[in-house]
């Protein structure tokens, strides 16, 4: 083929430009450190990116939910902790009451404790946490969860109990209703709760009167039923707080399994976005080389004429 | 012939040799330059001297193959740079709806988790009007893609219309015989250039006929010059779309052809297919991307009870319409159109064309709608009529294939929307365009503005008997029914319900009745565990072991500021397949699939063509191009061939005068 003097010199402008515009390239990949810089690169691995990166995003929004989650189990181990002491202090002094050769005045003391206790107590079955939320009220949070009703603490919420979403699969539990763990009923005491029950006792405490034998009987039945009441109260603070204990262990244990899934996914990503450094290193040491070639060989060309040689 | 006549003849013959080496020399670097060969001859007679021939130097088939590989390479590369803009804007990460999606899901998590807290309540909501700024942002960006588009095409016909006046005056001017022989050489490689030019903005086809003429016929067989007269392109917005381009091409004969569809190569049709292939379709699924999201979280906020214990509002703006337009063309004097979803999740992204036809053996007029992407047509034949629809349906018009004809006014329903055309008379031929996604995610807004309004909470709440022996309870209690007539929203809904579960009847079946406070609303249902049961817009079911004589009670959610029922709905709507069978973010990173892929494939096809080119352009340039080495041997052998022939003459001299020297 006849070669002309112009196709020399746009060969040589062309092959000058394309290796200009793949040192370009390495160049940005290597300043980005990305090996994609565009959809176009590769589609399959653009999509993928985004489907990692939305994947990973899940997991820490798990997580989040997770750390919200165990503050709100861990403000209500508070709360249950506190009732335990308080139901242990209740356990003693029923105890101490069955005491015959106390007299009525440290059966007052003891009155007077028992009323401060139900008052402790109102406010931890009213707990709130920091946003005042009331704990223990179901699903309705914005009210007390018990009120005084004509002497008496009736509960005021519902059943509901929330539950948050911290794994793909698992809903954990969050909250305890009142009424699922205060209000007590077993075959032979009707459903109530140890408040109003206490309640009861420090009436019989003043009522009764300690050297009227009758009255001493009543005491001594009335104050084993009560002493049955704390129990049971005792028995489901301890059975809640480890339910609480139980779905703390198993948060920890879905927030370290959501840790490796995201380790995973963050590895992958990497290997699909992150740049070979190595590769991209050696790829412009070539491109700079076949630059240069190209610089070289134009130089040669552009020197020769005929016309050189003819003067 | 004396040796003075042959000299003069000689150096006469060698001077025009040296002149073309030297316009050779000088057009070395001259576009589509075509170099002159000096061939000589003997005259015809003995001693009559040379004869000289100019020829220029050019291959027709080469030039033609040139220009049809240009037009091929200018449409790649066009369409190449428009995807590339598109993939930009598509493709940045600031652009990315999927990490807006991910941060909106991330506070609706936030609000589920700890459903009282008004910061989380405020951050939902202020991703919700990211999330939808972000959707109008994109559309915007793409929408001024169409305005680039125009701009664009009218500059293109600009240039088709300069080049091909050039090309019909070159014409005239070769026609003319002024231009005999090689003063009409550079005529013949300007028009050949201005033709390469041409070819460069659209697909052409070039006829030469006996006398020279260039005819150039574009699209299939349209005449844009012929002779000495030029014709017009122009670009006017759609008929049906303003914002498809329409190509006009105007002859001699003054009437105006639409080429829209017939223009086949060049810059012109990079851009029209990059208009209409790739634009188009990327804003109608952004937008039905943006209109699934808006109703089904709308539906969902309807579900729920907010903080004020009032039902949800919507948290968007209704997105429950895309447009229909009506062809400037049509034969009726007054038309109207307007739509409506009764099914987003079956909404496709595409456009529809529907097409008037004649009028049916019984005198309804009848229609055709084609889904523009992938050319399915429905037909008003295949379509089931509401009035013959079976006794009970209750769903009308609200379902796929049915239509209506009630006076002026045609409805049909196809993939998800019901369109509505109302027109001054019924013509075979007049067109509309349905466009139910088209420019929608533009017009997403948020439109809650308290944070108490988030509807975290389910509206009714349930409890199980105390004395209950059985250990069954009810689940999935879900509100079915949205609308604002609903009983839920309306406050017309029985409420508290006590079921009951009694029998068993005759077949050994348990049975379940619901008791409002004023009697029964539903008695003596056979229920079997698990199943669904639906009463006043919201369904529950009852899972577990029931007992005769068990009840369970549902009752509205007062005061349920500590729920998140309604909020663990929404969040799981993240993953539920809600947009023609996939999530929100697999319909959104499809669509970027498909907009990488094309343009790697336009990129692909750019590279190929752009070799192509390469090598008809060397193939041409190695017959007509200049070779400097080349010329200077010429240089030299004519320059030789010169002083010999002025030898000639100075050897005439010299005879003659030794002749008069002789005669002294």
């Known amino acids: 083929m006849r070669i002309t003097t112009n196709q020399m010199y746009t060969t040589a402008n062309a092959h000058m430009l394309q290796n200009q515009k793949n040192l370009a390239a390495v160049q940005v990949q290597l300043t980005s450190g990305k090996k994609l810089q565009s959809l176009a690169d590769d589609p399959v691995a653009g999509n993928k990116i985004i489907t990692l990166q939305r994947e990973i995003e899940r997991y820490t929004v798990m997580n989040m939910s997770i750390d919200t989650a165990n503050t709100q189990l861990n403000s209500e181990e508070e709360a249950l902790s506190s009732l335990t002491n308080l139901t242990d202090r209740l356990q003693e002094i029923s105890i101490s009451l069955g005491n015959v050769t106390f007299s009525d005045s440290v059966h007052e003391d003891f009155a007077i404790e028992m009323t401060e206790l139900v008052d402790m107590g109102q406010s931890l079955f009213n707990y709130q946490d920091t946003k005042g939320e009331y704990l223990f009220a179901g699903a309705q949070g914005g009210k007390p969860a018990y009120e005084l009703e004509a002497g008496r603490w009736v509960f005021k919420g519902d059943g509901e109990n929330r539950h948050v979403k911290v794994s793909t699969t698992f809903n954990v539990q969050v909250s305890d209703s009142g009424q699922d763990i205060f209000e007590i009923e077993s075959p032979l005491i009707p459903r109530d709760n140890i408040l109003n029950q206490t309640l009861d006792m420090i009436n019989d405490i003043r009522a009764l009167d300690m050297s009227i034998p009758a009255d001493a009987a009543t005491f001594e039945v009335r104050r084993e039923a009560y002493m049955g009441k704390v129990s049971n109260m005792q028995d489901s603070m301890r059975h809640s707080i480890s339910n609480l204990g139980a779905r703390m262990v198993n948060l920890d244990a879905v927030k370290e399994s959501n840790a490796n899934f995201k380790m995973n996914l963050s590895k992958a990503l990497s290997d699909v976005q992150d740049l070979d450094y190595a590769k991209a290193s050696s790829d412009l040491a070539k491109t700079q080389t076949a630059l240069e070639a190209s610089y070289a060989s134009f130089a040669k060309i552009q020197g020769m004429s005929l016309f050189n040689y003819i003067k | ?664």
Do not use: C
Not at chain 2, 194 to 214: F, H, P, R, W
Not at chain 2, 479 to 495: E, K, M, Q, W, Y
Not at chain 2, 567 to 590: C, V, W
């Open chain 2, 1 to 664: 012939m004396s040796l003075l006549t042959l000299g003069s003849n000689a150096l006469n013959a060698n001077q025009r040799a040296l002149a073309n080496v030297g316009s050779n020399i000088a057009n070395v670097n001259s576009e589509g330059y075509s170099r002159k060969v000096t061939s000589m001859s003997e005259q015809g007679t003995a001693l009559s001297g040379v004869k000289v021939d100019v020829k220029r130097m050019t291959s027709n088939f080469m030039v033609t193959q040139l220009w049809k590989d240009q037009s091929a390479l200018s449409m790649d590369q066009a369409m190449a740079d428009k995807i590339g803009d598109l993939d930009m804007i598509m493709g940045s990460s600031s652009n990315n709806i999927s990490t807006r999606i991910d941060d909106f899901f991330k506070a609706a998590n936030m609000v589920s988790s700890d459903p009282m807290s008004v910061s989380s309540r405020q951050l939902f909501l202020s991703q919700s009007v990211n999330m939808a700024e972000k959707f109008n942002n994109i559309d915007d960006q793409i929408s001024n893609q169409n305005e680039v588009v125009f701009s664009e095409i009218k500059n293109v016909m600009h240039g088709i219309n300069e080049l091909a006046n050039g090309i019909a005056h070159l014409n005239a001017q070769i026609a003319s015989p002024k231009s005999e022989g090689q003063s009409g050489f550079e005529a013949l490689d300007e028009r050949d250039r201005l033709v390469q030019e041409l070819s460069s903005l659209i697909g052409i086809n070039v006829v030469t006929n006996a006398k020279g003429d260039y005819s150039v016929f574009v699209g299939q067989g349209q005449p844009l010059v012929i002779g000495f007269s030029a014709g017009t392109m122009s670009v006017q917005h759609g008929s049906e779309d303003p914002n498809k381009p329409k190509i006009l091409l105007e002859s001699g004969n003054n009437f105006r052809v639409d080429i829209t569809d017939k223009v086949n190569g060049g810059q012109l049709s990079g851009i029209l297919e990059y208009r209409n292939n790739i634009l188009a379709p990327a804003r109608n699924q952004m937008g039905r991307l943006a209109t699934v999201f808006a109703n089904t979280m709308n539906d969902q906020q309807r579900s729920g009870l907010d903080l004020n214990g009032q039902m949800g509002m919507d948290l968007f703006n209704k997105m429950n319409s895309g447009s229909v337009k009506i062809s400037t063309e049509n034969s009726a004097t007054s038309s109207s159109g307007a739509m409506s979803f009764y099914d987003v999740s079956k909404l496709t992204a595409s456009d529809y064309s529907m097409r008037m036809g004649s009028f049916d053996g019984m005198g309804n007029p009848t229609f055709e709608v084609t889904r523009n992407y992938d050319g399915k047509v429905f037909k008003s034949s295949t379509m089931t009529s509401v009035s013959s629809l079976p006794p009970g349906d209750t769903k009308g018009l609200s379902q796929d294939n049915v239509f209506d004809v009630t006076g002026d006014t045609i409805k049909f329903s196809i993939d998800g929307f019901t369109a509505s055309v109302k027109t001054s008379t019924y013509i075979k031929g007049d067109r509309f365009l349905l466009q139910p996604t088209s420019g929608a995610a533009g017009l997403i807004k948020s439109t809650l503005s308290r944070p108490d309004q988030i509807a975290a909470a389910s509206p009714l709440r349930t409890s199980e008997g105390s004395s209950n022996t059985g250990s069954a309870k009810i689940s999935s209690i879900k509100v079915n029914n949205t609308a604002d007539s609903s009983p839920l929203r309306s406050g017309t809904a029985t409420l508290p319900v006590q079921i009951v579960v009694h029998g068993p009847n005759a077949f050994g079946d348990d049975l379940i009745t619901l008791n409002g406070p004023l009697g029964p609303i539903m008695s003596n249902v056979i229920y079997v565990e698990g199943d669904v049961v639906s009463v006043d817009g919201y369904e529950f079911t009852i899972d577990g072991d029931i007992v005769i004589g068990d009840v369970y009670d549902i009752v509205k959610n007062v005061d349920g500021k500590s729920d998140n029922k309604n909020a663990l709905m929404m969040i799981d709507l993240q993953i539920e397949k809600t947009a023609d069978g996939k999530s929100y973010q697999d319909a959104y990173t499809t669509t970027l699939a498909w907009v990488g892929t094309s343009a790697q494939e336009s990129q692909l096809n750019h590279r190929t063509s752009k070799a192509t080119l390469s090598t008809s352009k060397s193939s041409l340039e190695s017959v007509r191009g200049v070779n400097l080495d080349e010329e200077a041997a010429l240089l030299v052998k004519f320059q030789h061939a010169y002083s010999a022939a002025a030898q000639l003459i100075s050897a005439q001299q010299a005879i003659f005068n030794s002749l008069l020297s002789a005669m002294r």
